[in-house]
């Protein structure tokens, strides 16, 4: 059978406006890339806290690790005989069979201690750390109530679980309220599963509601602070802890990859909820650990971003002040405080032109489209970076003002 059918499918999303391509990005600096040639202030990407650049995480990836080999040596060129566990980049394997190290023993400790948790367990990505963790957790005898604007990683997650699955309008607690009395009878179990900081808009999730809802229930609430690990919180712990529900919500999903700089994913929680993952969640047992240098990067930016206080004051300031902006030059500009700002166009096709306008003026500002966001809800995505500068803020607030002329 010919795959002709797919040409067919690709054509009809060239034809909505909602074709995607890779672009080959060649990273300059903590807000800068080049692009076919062409230098862009970043607006496109998750390094919130500007730690991806930072040169404590490329000491630490290549440092040397928590262990020696017998008899390594690196007197002169490299060879089998004289690499050092530095010099090993890929871990090899699987965490259960031969991939977990030392680092990443060090990394689950300092996670815990971070997180203020018992354990901690670490994951290849935040989405495996997402669909690992919903999937293990829930069964077809189970009922998972889910936000609307969940994080892909989250509904395939509630998915795979075979729960029965009960979609709310986002952060809609009132209805939220009124489907768990509807449905919390037909099941076992029940979570509430929702984002903290919503990757596309921006915005928070009513989690003093949503705890209080799970626990008048008897529910389990699982928090994904993929976006506001860093950012939020007096220690940089997320949303959990800035409205101070640390203790009342027990299972946390993270990533390594936004604020901290990195790559994987994580969760932390009780003692009996890791060893748990550990046992049962897929992508975990199935996937290679991450690199050694890695997890040792990502101890120094747990290190670092504990501290980062003023910083995280800062960049609130900058994504007021930078909303306040877009808002006076009439564009529908998300609420809140946090790095992601989403002017909302509403077509896919506008959304896209605008995106090149802006490129065309020295910004990468990413077009978000559907399936990512609802239809007719197209929007340009701003990510800010701590390391963004005044300068370039209002030479970005100046170009979006040339859009409304074109």
Same mark, same amino acid.
């Given at each position: 059978?010919?795959?002709?059918?797919?040409n067919d499918l690709l054509q009809e999303r060239r034809n909505n406006g909602l074709s995607r391509s890779t672009l080959v990005?060649?990273?300059?600096?903590?807000?800068?890339?080049?692009?076919?040639?062409?230098?862009?202030?970043?607006?496109?990407?998750?390094?919130?806290?500007?730690?991806?650049?930072? @040169?404590?995480?490329?000491?630490?990836?290549?440092?040397?690790?928590?262990?020696?080999? @017998?008899?390594?040596?690196?007197?002169?060129?490299?060879?089998?005989?004289?690499?050092?566990?530095? #010099?090993?980049?890929?871990?090899?394997?699987?965490?259960?069979?031969?991939?977990?190290g030392p680092d990443h023993a060090a990394l689950e400790a300092e996670l815990a201690k971070f997180e203020t948790t018992e354990?901690?367990?670490?994951?290849?990505?935040?989405?495996?750390?997402?669909?690992?963790?919903?999937?293990?957790?829930?069964?077809?005898?189970?009922?998972?109530?889910?936000?609307?604007?969940?994080?892909?990683?989250?509904?395939?997650?509630?998915?795979?679980?075979?729960?029965?699955?009960?979609?709310? @309008?986002?952060?809609?607690?009132?209805?939220?309220?009124?489907?768990?009395?509807?449905?919390?009878?037909?099941?076992?179990?029940?979570?509430?599963?929702?984002?903290?900081?919503?990757?596309?808009?921006?915005?928070?999730?009513?989690?003093?509601?949503?705890?209080?809802?799970?626990?008048?229930?008897? #529910?389990?609430?699982?928090?994904?602070?993929?976006?506001?690990?860093?950012?939020?919180? &007096?220690?940089?712990?997320?949303?959990?802890?800035?409205?101070?529900?640390?203790?009342?919500?027990?299972?946390?999903?993270?990533?390594?990859?936004?604020?901290?700089?990195?790559?994987?994913?994580?969760?932390? =929680?009780?003692?009996?909820?890791?060893?748990?993952?550990?046992?049962?969640?897929?992508?975990?047992?199935?996937?290679?650990? #991450?690199?050694?240098?890695?997890?040792?990067?990502?101890?120094?930016?747990?290190?670092?971003?504990?501290? #980062?206080?003023?910083?995280?004051?800062?960049?609130?300031?900058?994504?007021?002040?930078?909303?306040?902006?877009?808002?006076?030059?009439?564009?529908?500009?998300?609420? =809140? &405080?946090? @790095?992601?700002?989403?002017?909302?166009? =509403? &077509?896919?096709?506008?959304?896209?032109?605008?995106?090149?306008?802006?490129?065309?003026?020295?910004?990468?500002?990413?077009?978000?489209?559907?399936?990512?966001?609802?239809?007719?809800?197209?929007?340009?995505?701003?990510?800010?970076?701590?390391?963004?500068?005044?300068?370039?803020?209002?030479?970005?607030?100046?170009?979006?003002?040339?859009?409304?002329?074109?």
């Amino acid at each position: 059978m010919s795959l002709d059918w797919l040409n067919d499918l690709l054509q009809e999303r060239r034809n909505n406006g909602l074709s995607r391509s890779t672009l080959v990005a060649k990273h300059l600096d903590a807000t800068t890339i080049e692009i076919d040639g062409q230098r862009l202030v970043n607006f496109g990407a998750n390094d919130y806290m500007g730690l991806a650049c930072h @040169p404590d995480l490329l000491a630490a990836a290549f440092s040397e690790p928590a262990f020696s080999e @017998p008899g390594a040596s690196t007197i002169g060129s490299p060879s089998e005989n004289s690499i050092t566990p530095a #010099m090993r980049w890929g871990s090899g394997a699987s965490p259960l069979v031969s991939g977990y190290g030392p680092d990443h023993a060090a990394l689950e400790a300092e996670l815990a201690k971070f997180e203020t948790t018992e354990a901690a367990i670490i994951f290849s990505s935040g989405f495996a750390a997402n669909v690992g963790t919903v999937a293990a957790l829930a069964s077809g005898r189970d009922i998972i109530f889910s936000d609307a604007l969940n994080h892909a990683s989250l509904i395939d997650g509630c998915r795979l679980s075979r729960a029965k699955i009960c979609v709310y @309008p986002h952060a809609d607690i009132d209805l939220l309220r009124v489907l768990i009395r509807q449905h919390r009878g037909t099941a076992e179990r029940a979570f509430i599963v929702t984002d903290s900081l919503f990757s596309m808009d921006g915005d928070i999730a009513p989690l003093q509601a949503i705890v209080e809802l799970a626990e008048e229930f008897e #529910m389990v609430t699982i928090v994904d602070e993929a976006h506001a690990t860093g950012i939020y919180g &007096d220690n940089g712990l997320g949303v959990c802890e800035s409205l101070d529900l640390l203790t009342r919500v027990p299972v946390r999903i993270g990533t390594l990859s936004k604020a901290l700089g990195g790559l994987g994913g994580f969760v932390v =929680g009780s003692h009996v909820l890791i060893e748990y993952l550990r046992n049962f969640a897929r992508p975990y047992i199935y996937s290679t650990a #991450m690199p050694s240098g890695m997890a040792r990067a990502s101890r120094a930016a747990l290190k670092l971003v504990h501290s #980062m206080t003023e910083q995280r004051r800062l960049l609130k300031q900058k994504s007021l002040t930078l909303r306040e902006g877009i808002h006076q030059l009439g564009f529908e500009v998300g609420s =809140g &405080d946090s @790095p992601i700002i989403p002017i909302y166009l =509403g &077509d896919a096709k506008e959304v896209v032109r605008y995106s090149q306008e802006l490129r065309r003026h020295g910004h990468f500002v990413p077009a978000i489209r559907p399936p990512t966001v609802p239809l007719d809800r197209s929007l340009l995505r701003i990510s800010l970076s701590v390391k963004h500068t005044d300068d370039q803020l209002r030479a970005l607030l100046k170009s979006i003002g040339t859009l409304l002329e074109k």
